[in-house]
T-cell receptor, first 114, second 110 residues
């Protein structure tokens, strides 16, 4: 299995631009999570999906952030407009059997907003 | 109060020693507990999961869970320089939410 695949690995953009991060979960996994990691705040859960349906988006910082999961094999996290304080590493994780509750992480996208 | 608390460290141990990492959690209904290792610039990698009270051993790693004290720990025996990383404790809450601690930085000195 290729694991969780995220793209791009690095993104540099200017303030005000739209940013779209992409994630392909492990095949057969039915839960998908988006996290943001910074030195100051650690790893923060932004949103998670179960069977393509958003379950908890309470971690999404504000309306500039949105996430979609149009099918079981693809999700996007969009920031519009981006701000310098959005600079962070964004991780996607997927989970298979709910009873074991184990999440597997992608390699992450390092976002820099100038 | 944060859902999961860890000492941020840094924790330094000599090569060959036992490294002890600790974590406390606030939700008494938590059922699943995990330790992830994260190397600098890399993603978190699961190294241990534990679901019931007691000890669980996997190679040089031992996870210990005490639900009455709301405490979970990770022991690394015969520490190696390659164990130098940040260790994240994660706990699932009553509503199946997933909470991470801020991590403990471990350095193993050759």
């Amino acid at each position: 299995d290729a694991g969780v695949i995220q793209s791009p690995r690095h993104e540099v953009t200017e303030m005000g631009q739209e940013v779209t991060l992409r994630c392909k979960p492990i095949s057969g996994h039915n839960s998908l999570f988006w996290y943001r990691q910074t030195m100051m705040r650690g790893l923060e859960l932004l949103i998670y999906f179960n069977n393509n349906v958003p379950i908890d988006d309470s971690g999404m910082p504000e309306d500039r952030f949105s996430a979609k999961m149009p099918n079981a094999s693809f999700s996007t996290l969009k920031i519009q407009p981006s701000e310098p304080r959005d600079s962070a590493v964004y991780f996607c994780a997927s989970r298979g059997q709910a009873v074991l509750n184990i999440q597997y992480f992608g390699a992450g996208t390092r976002l820099s907003v100038l | 109060q944060k859902e999961v608390e860890q000492n941020s460290g840094p924790l330094s141990v000599p090569e060959g020693a036992i490294a002890s990492l600790n974590c406390t959690y606030s939700d008494r209904g938590s059922q699943s507990f995990f330790w992830y290792r994260q190397y600098s610039g890399k993603s978190p990698e699961l190294i241990m999961s534990i679901y019931s009270n007691g000890d669980k051993e996997d190679g040089r790693f031992t996870a210990q869970l005490n639900k009455a004290s709301q405490y979970v720990s990770l022991l690394i025996r015969d520490s190696q320089p390659s164990d130098s990383a940040t260790y994240l404790c994660a706990v699932t809450g009553t509503g199946n939410q997933f909470y991470f601690g801020t991590g403990t930085s471990l350095t193993v000195i050759p």
